[in-house]
């Protein structure tokens, strides 16, 4: 066992973890040693090849096919450099102020989530695209959202130079996605921040942590680690945990911090999805271009969010109903589909939560409740809706059985496409946006949340959380720029304290 | 029988060369490569029960099955009460899948063409 000793540890480097090793960074001129690890590898510039199966396995947990428990859906989360923050979309939306009150988490504003959204939006070089910068399948969204009678909203995205490769789910390839691994994490590891990769923490505890550190196996991607392999116990004045809703909560549950924090692991939230697709007569731009510049939030009232999107031969052959002719025939039909992912706003409820295995592994229990499948429901008739509205021959549509509808049964959606039809198991659900397992809240009630407004675990001031675990319920849209806000939140307190808690000097400056 | 249910979850797969199955096997091996050992006994089982269930309805193994037969079989059973063989199916299904269409070849026979070079390679 090495020993290495730090002031800061900051676990995970995604959006949360990215923004933390920002924030603090400025520490390091007063002395304050801070330490980032990261359980993925850092890839380099001409690694993000554009193939599915391969960059999927390199960038995601599972290669993007993390199952929950009952192996009902799939969640897709980054473990690379950078975290989810390299292989979303770049969608950047603030945090909508009816969800932020609604969380009612005391000392928690929504002008204060807005003000630093916008911070990052900045940094990021949040922008929205021209044009000429559409392609077919984000036009024909827009055209039949008009023709239907839906409200079409451009994504704003946080890229610089891009080419649009369409690739941003599988890594951008020409490096224009400005996620942490262009912008926060460069920039603290040049004041001095040290970050190491491939080191997964096994467990937190009285200010310290077990780390092994993996060697790169043959023919994997990504740079060796900045520490030779072997275990490690890094003794520290501080941790922030930022491994993500799944990450996070299994982390600590796996330390034993379950019994003080009954609430860990809880209110696990997230968009389950469905990839509805449509065959047009005519080829559209749909495999060129950003795949996801539109979107429909109906969330406040029916419970769903409506986004452009193009997938991958794989992941679109997965997300299909069924098998077979009828399957092939609509694979075949590929340069001719436009796509909608729809995903149901669900809320944190008792049964659907993060725990751990007998080997301390995570496991997510999530059960679709009726309300959710009722979403997803409305929000592929709509989606059908749009489709024909801008002139599709046929649509497929998870919720309906047989899948395929006709443009000659565009009039039955209601009908057709019904909870009956969406049986787990067969139907493809996975989801992305992931939230909750160490909610925030106040009042110190470790039973009711596991951290303040600020990710102080209740009762260890060493310890903070600051990711989307923290969301005490569902944000109801796309979160990167509200967990960078909270992680904001989390830092700024940090420096704050940070003669207490790291010793005299840190933070003067 | 892997074969089988390669063509019946893709039709398409049977008109594949050696250097074909060798290529989209290989994909498969290297995922499952990475799975828990749990998970490849839990497929190898599958596998067994879906060769052997038709012998109940059609008096032959699923192997033996015309590709007709083979769909029906493979449908009742992707609708089935069971959470665990819907489940089951789902995911052989996702393998054939990405045995399929991982490979270069499959990707241009339906059209797919992004790159990294985007808009350039298009305007």
Redesign the interface.
Known sequence: MIEREYDVVIVGSGAGGGTVAQELAPLVKDGVRVLLLEQGPRLGDDE?T?????MA?ALYE??G?FLTA???MTLAFGRVFGGSTVVYTGTSLVAPERVIRGWNVPDLAHTDVARRSAKFAEQNNVHLFTPD?INDNNRLFVEGCGKAGYRAEQFPLNVKG??????CNLGC??AAKMGTHRIQLPGAQSQGVQMVTRAEVLKIGERSLSVVVRAKKEGEKGAESEWAPGEYHVRTKLIVVAGGAVGSPALLLRSGFGTRLPALGAGFTCHPAHILVAEHER?I?N???HPKSYYVDRAAEEGYVLETCMY???TT??NLT????A??AL??A??RLQMILVLACDKAVPHNRVTVDLDGKAVVRYRFTPETVEAMVRATRASARIFFAAGALRVHAPSADPPLIERRDAARLDELIAARHF????V?VSAAHLMGGCAMGGGGDATASVTDAWGRVHGLPWLRVADASLFPDSLKINPYLTIMALADRVAERIRSEARDLLGAGAGAA | MLRALAEAFVPESAALDEGGWAEAEAIVERFLATRPAAVRRQLRLLIRLLDLLPLLRYGRRFRSLDATRRLRVLEAAQNAPMLLLRRGIWGLRTLAFMAYYERPEAAAEIGYRATARGWAARR
Do not use: W
Request: include cysteine.
């Open positions: 993000f554009g193939r599915e199966v391969e396995d599972d290669g096919g009952d192996g009902t910068l891009c080419k649009g490769s369409s690739l390839p020409n080829p731009t495999d060129v271009g991958f031969p794989f052959a997965k069924g098998f077979g002719p399957h092939s694979m075949r590929f340069p049986l787990a198991g067969k493809s």
